[in-house]
């Protein structure tokens, strides 16, 4: 649950250091909001799907919620990337 709370914080906090980073290369923009959307899947999506299973103790109606859910996330966020050139979109 920790690691979930410093993922959620460093999401917050990377973008603004990264575009206040002088000289940065553009291709380290498009490469750092592809690698940022993939952080999104694992924090937002994988992690509170694998407390589900873990709390509901593999479940398999939990089970399927969580595959669910993180499918969705996934869908939500391969639309974003496909559909922008610099990354998914914020929330």
């Keep these: 649950?920790?690691?979930?709370?410093?993922?959620?914080?460093?999401?917050?906090?990377?973008?603004?250091?990264a575009?206040?980073?002088?000289?940065r290369h553009p291709a380290f923009a498009v490469v750092g909001s592809k690698l940022?959307?993939?952080s999104d899947i694992v924090s937002h999506f994988v992690?509170?799907?694998?407390?589900?299973m873990?709390?509901?103790?593999?479940?398999?109606?939990c089970t399927a919620l969580a595959a669910v859910y993180v499918c969705a996330g996934i869908l939500r966020h391969?639309?974003?990337?496909?559909?922008?050139?610099?990354?998914?979109?914020?929330k």
């Design 1 to 17: 649950m920790s690691l979930n709370v410093a993922a959620s914080l460093a999401d917050i906090v990377d973008g603004p250091i």
């Design 19 to 23: 575009r206040s980073t002088p000289g």
């Design 36 to 38: 940022d959307c993939y």
């Design 47 to 52: 992690v509170p799907a694998s407390l589900l």
């Design 54 to 61: 873990h709390f509901s103790d593999l479940n398999a109606l």
């Design 78 to 90: 391969v639309s974003s990337l496909l559909s922008r050139p610099t990354g998914c979109s914020k």
